[in-house]
T-cell receptor, first 118, second 112 residues
Framework: NAGVTQTPKFQVLKTGQSMTLQCAQD?????MSWYRQDPGMGLRLIHY???????DQGEVPNGYNVSRSTTEDFPLRLLSAAPSQTSVYFC?????????????????FGEGSRLTVL | AQSVTQLGSHVSVSEGALVLLRCNYS??????LFWYVQYPNQGLQLLLK??????LVKGINGFEAEFKKSETSFHLTKPSAHMSDAAEYFC??????????FGTGTRLTIIP
């Protein structure tokens, strides 16, 4: 199995440009999420989804949009890139507990997308 | 407020020595607790987790962690460090919802 696949692995943007980070999983997971990783700050949740057609905000959603039209795909859109969005982005997916949607299972991560905004 | 704290952003141990990485959380409800490891230029992978049951949890690569409710802690240990354990380790907590909150990470260096 491919697991969680992210593209591109590297991207350089100029301030104000837009782009989409792609994420696909082949494990039929209901839950998908996007994190950004910055030195000394750990991973911070940007957006997440508990199923097709359902998305919600995480800790740092500003400047990012998501949609979930299928179970497999969860793209992250930067509408107008800023230098503060320079980071490594991780997509992750999981099953949800049947006991009230708690995230008790393992998160499966992609290999990351390194984005630089000049 | 619900939060997770990892004490020590960098930890160095000699090969063969005990590894102890600390994680504390703040929550009014019983959490679900996880440790993840990240090797250079890779995504994170699960080391171990606690959801219910036995409070001493064993994971991959010889790591284990103990959930201590009275101390609100979930420290990660390994009796004897190996060079291949050099990586960054993240404690993560789920407070019974759809979000996983990560600590800021501890970079483990193994001294030959």
């Amino acid at each position: 199995n491919a697991g969680v696949t992210q593209t591109p692995k590297f991207q350089v943007l100029k301030t104000g440009q837009s782009m989409t980070l792609q994420c696909a999983q082949d494990m039929n997971h209901e839950y998908m999420s996007w994190y950004r990783q910055d030195p000394g700050m750990g991973l911070r949740l940007i957006h997440y989804s508990v199923g097709a057609g359902i998305t919600d905000q995480g800790e740092v959603p500003n400047g990012y949009n998501v949609s979930r039209s299928t179970t497999e795909d969860f793209p992250l859109r930067l509408l107008s890139a800023a230098p503060s969005q320079t980071s490594v982005y991780f997509c992750a997916s999981s099953y949800l507990s049947t006991l009230g949607l708690a995230l008790t299972g393992e998160l499966f991560f992609g290999e990351g997308s390194r984005l630089t905004v000049l | 407020a619900q939060s997770v704290t990892q004490l020590g952003s960098h930890v160095s141990v000699s090969e063969g020595a005990l590894v102890l990485l600390r994680c504390n959380y703040s929550s009014s409800v019983p959490p679900y607790l996880f440790w993840y490891v990240q090797y250079p230029n890779q995504g994170l992978q699960l080391l171990l987790k606690y959801t219910t049951g036995a409070t001493l949890v064993k994971g991959i690569n010889g790591f284990e962690a103990e959930f201590k409710k009275s101390e609100t802690s979930f420290h990660l240990t390994k009796p004897s460090a190996h060079m291949s354990d050099a990586a960054e380790y993240f404690c993560a907590v789920n407070f019974g919802n759809e979000k996983l909150t990560f600590g800021t990470g501890t970079r483990l260096t193994i001294i030959p």
